[in-house]
């Protein structure tokens, strides 16, 4: 940002981890759901349901990681500008 560099040796250490595994995480879903669509109304247990299921929980997990490294870098540093902007929001449904 305009030449400047932020440093914090825990914070970076860990924002920037787990911007690659939200990342991996996203890139590697489209597939695990793809082989899930395959076999979703088959009968009884498969690989690719508790693949499907392990992936859900991976990238909520890596959301909500990610939007609380988010709120930690932007106390540290008030220009920070995130590469993946995460927004939670609770809504009435």
Excluded: W
């Excluded at 990610?66 to 540290?76: F, G, S, T």
């Amino acid at each position: 940002m305009n030449g400047r560099r932020f440093a914090d040796a825990n914070l970076s250490a860990t924002y920037y981890r787990n911007v690659r595994a939200f990342l991996h995480d996203a890139g590697a879903f489209p597939k695990t759901a793809a082989e899930f669509g395959k076999t979703a109304f088959l009968p009884g247990p498969s690989e690719a349901r508790q693949n499907f299921l392990g992936g859900i929980t991976a990238m909520c997990h890596s959301i909500l990681t990610l939007a609380d490294d988010q709120k930690r870098m932007r106390a540290a540093f008030a220009e920070f500008v995130s590469p993946v902007e995460i927004t939670l929001s609770s809504s009435a449904l």
